[in-house]
C-alpha cells in the first residue's frame, strides 16, 4: 500500500453502499425528537441527503416532520432500511419486526449496539444486517468513496 493510501472497503462496505445508492425509505426506531440526540441528527441528515425518514417513537406526533409511529407493527408499506436506536438487549423484537416488513433490505443497528441474537434473526432471514456503525459515517464514507 502506497503512503497515505486508504485501505479499499470490504466487501460489506460496499453492499453497504449499494444498498444506500438504491434506497429511498428509512425507518428509524428510537428517533429522538431531541435535536441534541444521536437519533435525530442522523436521521436529519439522512433526510437531507433525500431519504425519506419513518420515526418510531412511543410519543410525539411528527418528528423531523414526518408522521410518527408507535411501533413496526403499524407500518405497511415498502421501506427500504430499519436503523435502530434501542440498546443491544432490546433489539430482537424489534429486528424479528423489521426483517417481515415490505421490501427491507438492510437492518443497521447503530454505533455502540450488538446483538448476536438480532444478527441471527436477520441473517436466517436473508437481510443484510450492520451493527455498532453510525449510519451517517457510513453514508459520508460511500459518498467520499463514488458510491453513491
Do not use: W
Amino acid at each position: 500500500m502506497e503512503a497515505c493510501e486508504l485501505p479499499s472497503s470490504s466487501n460489506a462496505d460496499k453492499k453497504l453502499c449499494e444498498i444506500l445508492k438504491n434506497s429511498k425509505v428509512i425507518v428509524v426506531v428510537g428517533l429522538s425528537p431531541k435535536e441534541h440526540r444521536a437519533s435525530n441528527q442522523v436521521a436529519k441528515y439522512m433526510q437531507e441527503k433525500g431519504y425519506k425518514i419513518i420515526p418510531v417513537y412511543p410519543r410525539e406526533e411528527f418528528i423531523l416532520g414526518e408522521k410518527v409511529y408507535r411501533s413496526l407493527d403499524e407500518i405497511d408499506f415498502e421501506v427500504d432500511i430499519v436503523d435502530v436506536f434501542r440498546k443491544g438487549e432490546d433489539t430482537p423484537p424489534i429486528v424479528e419486526k423489521a426483517v417481515k416488513l415490505p421490501g427491507v433490505k438492510c437492518v443497521f443497528l447503530q454505533e455502540g449496539v450488538t446483538n448476536e441474537k438480532s444478527k441471527e434473526i436477520a441473517e436466517n432471514a436473508g437481510i443484510f444486517y450492520v451493527e455498532d456503525k453510525c449510519l451517517m459515517v457510513e453514508h459520508m464514507r460511500c459518498e467520499r468513496e463514488g458510491l453513491l
